[in-house]
């Protein structure tokens, strides 16, 4: 399969545990965001999203957490499983729901056995 | 079955000579994009189009050039590839204004010698 990069943050969790991800975005003007997970060989997977009139939503097993004053997302992954192991990336959305998206340079996580 | 398709998956060519990637959804999505991805630079949008005849740019979109003559396609056009776009490029598709139905294709893997 393709590989997503050599040089990325790595999160390694042991399995059952939380996980947290974070991401700083650039523009203070975004007004929408989502994350994306992207496994080994494949493209990324929308995973939730979040808009900025919000601080805070639950999806199934994961939440994000936006702090606007500090231009800041996380993602929480509760009790991490081994099919959870993938890239993670936020983006920022710069025209209103459009098309136009800024990526974050994306985290690996690892889940141990 | 609902998907985004790329081809060619990988490619290998030589500096200035043009090629083409096809990208094809079956979703019926208005929009679409290009994405290149980078070790330790995340994903980069390089065009886009929120319809058929109406494209544009991204944050890279120097050295490529794309078209929407049809709603189900975007191809991504490289008139004379050099070896800085050795990248893997993704294609993505939503309805418009509606982001978390994006769906990504596979990716091709492009190296330029």
């Known amino acids: 399969g393709e590989s997503v990069g050599l040089h990325l943050p790595t999160l390694s969790v042991q399995e059952g545990d939380n996980s947290i991800i974070n991401c700083a975005y650039s523009n203070s003007a975004s007004d929408y965001f989502i994350w994306y997970k992207q496994e080994s060989g494949k493209g990324p997977q929308f995973i939730i999203d979040?808009?900025?009139?919000?601080d805070k939503r639950q999806g199934q097993r994961v939440t994000v957490l936006l702090n606007k004053t500090v231009k800041h997302l996380s993602l929480q992954i509760a009790a991490t499983q081994p099919g959870d192991s993938a890239v993670y990336f936020c983006a920022e959305n710069r025209d209103n729901y459009g098309q136009n998206f800024v990526f974050g340079p994306g985290t690996r996580l690892s889940v141990l056995p | 079955e609902a998907q985004v398709t790329q081809n060619p998956r990988y490619l290998i060519t030589v500096t200035g000579k043009k090629l083409t990637v096809t990208c094809s959804q079956n979703?019926?999505?208005?929009?679409m994009s290009w994405y290149r991805q980078d070790p330790g630079l995340g994903l980069r949008q390089i065009y886009y189009?929120?319809?058929?005849?109406?494209?544009d740019k991204g944050d890279v979109p120097e050295g490529y050039k794309v078209s929407r003559k049809e709603k189900r396609n975007f191809p991504l056009i490289l008139e004379s590839p050099s070896p800085n776009q050795t990248s893997l490029y993704f294609c993505?598709?939503?309805?418009?204004?509606?982001?978390?139905?994006?769906?990504f294709g596979p990716g091709t893997r492009l190296t330029v010698l």
């Open positions: 979703m019926n999505h208005e929009y």
């Open positions: 993505a598709s939503s309805l418009a204004g509606v982001p978390d139905t994006q769906y």
């Open positions: 189009s929120m319809n058929v005849e109406v494209t």
């Open positions: 979040i808009r900025s009139n919000m």
